[in-house]
């Protein structure tokens, strides 16, 4: 079965920094893109960032520059490094999986979310 | 940034009712949208893919269609677990986009 656990979420100060984890099982990490979506409290979607399972990474105009994604398919965990981190990035961080290698796809499963925290 | 608007906001229905969820995009998507669903504390759950297919496990009774700028989620007969709220996304374009959202909800 398909398993996403996402880890390193907590309460930071406006500026800092956090990186998040995605513990990924059930499947052959390496072979399949993956991404983050976030949803602020009480609020909709936004998509975050993407890596392909080539690589290639994708970004939101409102982390480029900020926030990076990356991926250890040795460890079948995805990461995102997010830096100077501001108030409007509070929100539950989920992590999901794409269906094939190609960051192009739709997010066909996803984690439970782990809820980052800025304050001011 | 492709900009994608349901309506309407909020549904009231009672099960065994007919829902029917727009999604309007403000530029041809062709047909790459998809319709999520998400209930009270939990993750979303991909339902639709690609306008008009249905995901794995997902009930004959959920239906897509539409193509190009406007498209359309149907639930044929509202079951009890269907109340929740849905969201559709564009994977034309990067950067990805999800609507707000609309919440089903029980009259």
Known sequence: EVHLV?????LVQRGGSLRLSCAASGFTFSSYAMSWVRQAPGKGLEWVSAIGGSGDTYYADSVQGRFTISRDNSKNTLYLQMNSLRAEDTAIYYCAKL????????YSVWGQGTLVTVSS | EIVLTQSPATLSLSPGE?????????????????????KPG?????????ASNRATGIP??????????DFTLTISSLEPEDFAVYYCQQRSNWPRTFGQGTRLEIK
């Open chain 1, 6 to 10: 996402e880890s390193g979420g907590g």
């Open chain 1, 99 to 106: 269906p094939g290698e190609s960051a192009y796809g739709w």
């Open chain 2, 18 to 38: 007919r829902a029917t969820l727009s999604c309007r995009a403000s530029q041809s998507v062709t047909s790459y949208l998809a319709w999520y669903q998400q």
């Open chain 2, 42 to 50: 939990q993750a979303p759950r991909l339902l639709i893919y690609d």
């Open chain 2, 60 to 69: 004959a009774r959920f239906s897509g269609s539409g193509s190009g700028t």
